[in-house]
């Protein structure tokens, strides 16, 4: 260091891409511990609430109508879902959300300035997040509540056509709500606002478009992302839900639509 | 190196950069200095591509930040130390960034040591000072080693030996011919780092030059006189060929000459002086005048309508007492420079 001539610093260098956006989102969100907590959270909860309605209407079986009981299939086993499926949209929310509160969003563009890569790898990851812990909540509820229907007489076999379809929609169902949480955090770049979003969608307008006149709030509700997550754990046709299929769309629908919004403005707006 | 055309940012109707052109060098430290609200950080926003110019463009050896390789091997910048997710551990906020840019993980142990953060590397960065947060930022800038550095204010909230480091560090880095670009809103600090000074005020560029030609240019020192006797004094002095100039406050301003000359010069006349003063015009006043007009947010200065406080920079007590009401601006220790550049 005695010299003091100038030496362009310059480095052939390989281009990063995708992998690389991956490895560092998927390091990112395995190291904060609001994963691990909304992670667990979403679990416990969904298995929890699932195993207690189980235990609640299968005890109180014989207060059913017989066009009550005739609506009782798999999906019964697996009613913390609506719950599950709030907490998993709250990590969604986070991932997104956190980093403009924190201002990690600068740091991460400035290492991944290519903003799609960098939104698509951290849908990806939040993906696969959602995937496990919706497999958990799944296959959790359905085992664990299982034992009290058998206990009536009443089993789920997973060999019939669509009981294992329906655990599996469960599944994608609480993956798909963790991007559908991903997209609104992304639009509103905000915690609290995003939250309250995602809880009003859920909750609140489900409830709203129900005072609609004529059968406009019947239709609406479908659409809902609660009720279309809900058509895809039913084994029976239901006119007040769509089929499971079409219950999917409307969710990959949902999410296509956010997604794209959030995008075009992620590309726009200054970070 | 940094190149910047025509770079413009306009928010609503205000505009926070206008226009301006530049060339930062490697092998230099680059002084951004600027008063607070002047445009540097939104000009170094748009370097690393978080905020999209209106109008112009700002390109990093050649590219658009977006274009770049692998842009932290390119460059490292440290804009805002706070700007990390408090819960991750300085490590993992080091490793997610080093991932992001293929940078061997062995280079996250030795930035950490660098930087001397290895006792709490650990630790969620939640509960780090401003100094951990700020050595923490600098080893995320150093990560990739990058042949271009990029501070932010990095001195802001450090205790002096933080001070002294990153003052080292960076006169380091330029040494090996990498490109420094650092901001300041303090003449006095860039006076100690910088080699040369790009001065921003209100968007604009004010001033574009070696640290040696601002010295040269605006260090003026002249010396301040008062005397009953003027009206013999003043044609005296001038008869030496030294600038006389009369001031409204009935002192007079002499140029060319130190206090003991003009002090001489009365004596051998026998006039009475009722004030002998050297005023040395410093840098970070020098800076204050050039910035004066753009400066967003003016102080309320009683008797001063905008501009900075007319001592300020004043060095050497006055030999003769005289009445309160006859000194134009007190001195106020806020205002006088922690270093003084010009001594």
């Known amino acids: 260091m005695t010299t003091l001539e100038a030496r362009p610093i310059t480095k052939a260098v390989k281009r990063v891409g995708m992998r690389e956006a991956l490895d560092s989102e998927w390091a990112k969100i395995i190291t904060v511990r609001s994963t691990y907590w909304t992670g667990l959270a979403t679990v416990l909860v969904g298995v929890g609430l699932s195993v207690l309605l189980s235990l609640a209407i299968t005890s109180n079986l014989s207060g ?12 019964f086993t697996m009613l913390g879902l609506d719950f599950a499926m709030m907490i998993i949209g709250v990590l969604g929310v986070l991932v997104i959300s956190s980093e403009y509160s924190t201002g990690m ?18 849908a990806i990851v939040l993906a696969v997040i959602g995937l496990i812990c919706g497999l958990l909540v799944a296959w959790g509820s359905y085992l664990c509540s299982l034992p009290f229907w058998t206990s009536k007489q009443i089993s789920f076999d997973l060999s019939s056509s669509g009981n294992l379809r329906a655990v599996f929609g469960a599944a994608l169902a609480i993956m798909l709500v963790a991007l ?40 609406i509700n479908k659409f809902m992302p609660s009720n279309a997550a809900h058509a895809m754990i039913l084994t029976y046709h239901d006119p007040g839900y769509f089929t499971p299929l079409n219950g999917l769309l409307v969710l990959v629908a949902w999410i296509v639509i956010l997604l794209t919004a959030a995008f075009l403005l992620f590309k726009k707006r200054d970070a | 190196m940094i190149q910047a055309t025509g770079l413009t940012k306009r928010y609503g109707d205000r505009t926070a950069v206008d226009q301006i052109s530049f060339t930062i060098p490697p092998g230099k430290v680059t002084g951004f200095l600027g008063p607070n609200g002047a445009g540097k950080s939104t000009t170094m926003r748009m370097v690393l591509g978080l905020d999209h110019p209106s109008a112009g463009q700002v390109t990093v050896n050649g590219m658009r930040y ?59 960065s939640r509960g780090f000072s401003l100094g951990m947060g700020q050595r923490l930022g600098i080893a995320a800038a150093l990560l990739g080693d990058p042949g271009i550095v990029m501070f932010d204010e990095p001195v802001n909230g450090l205790d002096p030996e933080g001070i002294l480091w990153i003052r080292n560090l960076m006169k380091a880095l330029a040494r090996e011919g990498r490109t420094v670009f650092v901001s300041s809103h303090l003449m006095s600090e860039m006076a100690l780092t910088a080699d040369h000074l790009l001065v921003i005020g209100l968007g604009r560029i004010l001033a574009d030059q070696s640290m040696e030609e601002f010295i040269t240019q605006n260090s003026a020192n002249y010396v301040r006189v008062r005397s009953p006797y003027m009206g013999e004094l003043g044609p005296a002095l001038a008869a030496r060929g030294w600038q006389v100039e009369q001031q409204a406050d009935h002192s007079v301003h002499v140029h060319g000459a130190n206090a003991a000359q003009v002090g001489d010069v009365a004596g051998d006349a026998n006039l009475r002086l009722h004030e002998l003063t050297l005023i040395q015009s410093s840098l970070e006043e020098a800076f204050m005048r ?41 001195p106020t220790p806020e205002a006088a420079p922690v270093w003084g550049a010009g001594s």
């Open chain 1, 180 to 219: 559908l949480g991903f997209g609104i955090g992304s639009l509103l770049r905000h915690t609290a606002g995003s939250i309250s979003a995602l809880l009003g969608l859920f909750f609140v307008a489900p409830i709203m478009t129900s005072f609609l006149p004529g059968t406009w709030g019947k239709d």
């Open chain 1, 105 to 122: 969003i600068r740091t991460s563009l400035s290492a991944l300035p290519r903003r799609g890569m960098l939104m698509s790898a951290k």
């Open chain 2, 290 to 330: 050039l910035t004066a007009d753009s400066v967003e947010y003016h102080a309320g200065t009683p008797g001063v309508p905008g501009g900075p406080p007319a001592a300020l920079g004043v060095t050497g007590a006055p030999l003769a007492p005289m009445p309160p009401t006859a000194q134009p601006q007190a």
């Open chain 1, 64 to 75: 059913m109508s017989a066009d009550q009981r005739a609506k009782v299939d798999i999906s």
């Open chain 2, 66 to 124: 977006d274009q770049l390789a692998a842009p932290l091997r390119e460059v490292g910048a440290l804009l805002d130390a706070k700007a990390i997710h408090g819960g991750r551990t300085a490590y993992n906020h080091l490793t997610v960034l080093a991932k992001a840019n293929a940078i061997p993980k062995r280079r996250v142990d030795e930035v950490v040591d660098l930087v001397g953060l290895h006792a709490v590397a650990k630790k969620r």
